[in-house]
């Protein structure tokens, strides 16, 4: 069999995720990653390039018999990694610059799911600030107001008030997403639960993932700001997301890729569609352009696939959803933060413990924010630091094993929520 060599961009939990289920392949060849983290330099090696840079990454990929580019995260698809890559002739998973738009531009989005019928908030996109306060004192009551651009998943203020609408276009407006927040859409709020679902394609063929359900909040029942996320488990149990539901769900994001696919743009990734379970059926609240994170953490765990051969097929448009198939285990993931994440928050703490959890049945530890010290010492980096994964025969199980494990991670200021998956359970 053709080995592959593989280089994968990106330093946070999701790639490290990817990393691992890249190197149960029978296809993986050498394992590059840029940047990586402590984790993921444990089982790769470092790639000395800039993973926003095209023209960059096209070369080194070219010079290093590169067969296969993975894309972790946003940023680099939206600056057109992808089109480079394969401009130069190298496979890559994940989607062309004007493809990434479904998540580089909510205004992009928007239009293509109107052209394509698919539910979602109603929405005015705003660049100027006087016209966007007058539609929030208009609206009198809650909305979302969301920058435009790419903000690491913080760029959402669900505003219950008008006060608190209008201090949410204050952020953007006066730069605290830098360009993404030039244009705002402000968007009516949906009520019901989330669901996350990541799908597969090659720009005919969509193939859904395992439904998950993450958690936003910092805090536990659901308070506090928007983060990256705190935690994450799959499956959705069919009392929250019913089977009509998931078919729904699918249809939206089949239809999105056919629009697209007609608007002239194949979109060749992970498509991942972010869904409120209303009273209506499902609505779309956002789309992007790649794996979620951390929900890529509990869907890959339980995935029986060639993911090298999977990746290469939604490249060359030969995907099927025979590739994939499912194990009917639960997994949960918690998130241990450092201290003040979302907000500012020390890094280089020593983390000590993730040995032991990772020894621990049905436990894998994936690393978000970590680097390795100069001695090999492992030291915090970031706000979201570890993912700590359990897979078990039952909900409940699963969430044992996982806050089991959280307790023999230790580092300090090491923060996380205690209620991960408690509500639908």
């Known amino acids: 069999m053709d080995k592959t060599n593989i280089l994968l961009l990106g330093a946070g939990g999701r790639e490290h995720a990817l990393l691992m289920k890249l190197a149960e392949s029978p296809r993986a060849g050498k394992l590059y990653v840029a940047p990586g983290n402590g984790g993921m330099l444990q089982i790769a090696q470092a790639a000395p390039v800039n993973q926003d840079d095209p023209a960059e990454v096209a070369a080194w990929a070219k010079e290093n018999g590169i067969g296969l580019v993975v894309v972790g995260p946003e940023a680099p698809l939206v600056e057109g990694v992808a089109d480079a890559v394969r401009a130069a002739g190298i496979a890559c998973f994940g989607p062309s610059a004007d493809a990434a738009q479904m998540e580089g531009s909510k205004e992009f989005a928007k239009k293509v799911m109107a052209r394509a019928g698919v539910p979602t908030a109603a929405y005015r996109s705003f660049t100027d600030r006087a016209a966007a306060e007058a539609y929030v004192r208009e609206l009198a009551g809650p909305c979302v107001v969301k920058a435009d651009g790419l903000a690491a998943g913080k760029g959402v203020i669900v505003a219950q008030t008008t006060e608190e609408a209008l201090s949410g276009l204050a952020q953007c407006f ?143 448009g030969t995907l099927s959803p025979s590739m994939m198939s499912w194990d009917d285990d639960w997994a949960v993931s918690v998130v241990l933060a450092s201290a003040g994440y979302p907000g500012a928050y020390e890094s280089g703490k020593h983390i000590a413990g993730v040995e032991d959890a990772a020894s621990q049945e049905g436990i894998t530890v994936y690393h978000a924010g970590t680097r390795l010290a100069d001695d090999g010492t492992l030291l915090t980096a970031g706000g979201r630091v570890l993912d700590v994964t359990a897979v078990g025969p039952t909900f409940a199980e699963a969430r044992r094993r996982a806050y089991a494990a959280c307790d023999l991670i230790d580092f300090e200021g090491k923060q996380y929520r205690s209620d991960i998956g408690a509500r639908a359970l």
């Open 174 to 316: 006066e730069g605290a997403f830098g360009a993404a927040g030039s244009t705002v859409v402000v968007e009516e709020m949906l009520e019901g639960p989330e669901c996350s679902l990541l799908a597969l394609t090659d720009g005919t063929t969509v193939v859904p993932l395992a439904t998950s359900q993450d958690h936003k909040r910092a805090y536990d029942g659901d308070l506090g700001p928007n983060t990256g996320g705190m935690g994450v488990y799959s499956p959705v149990p069919e009392h929250v997301v019913s089977a009509q539901d998931l078919a729904a769900m699918v249809d939206i994001m089949e239809r999105v890729v056919a629009q697209l696919g007609s608007d002239g743009i194949t979109y060749s990734g992970c498509l991942y569609g972010g869904f409120m379970l209303t009273a209506e059926g499902p609505k779309v609240l956002e789309f992007n352009a790649r794996f979620g994170d951390p929900e890529t953490q509990v869907v890959l765990p339980r995935m029986h696939a060639d993911l090298v051969e999977t990746f290469l097929a939604c490249d060359k």
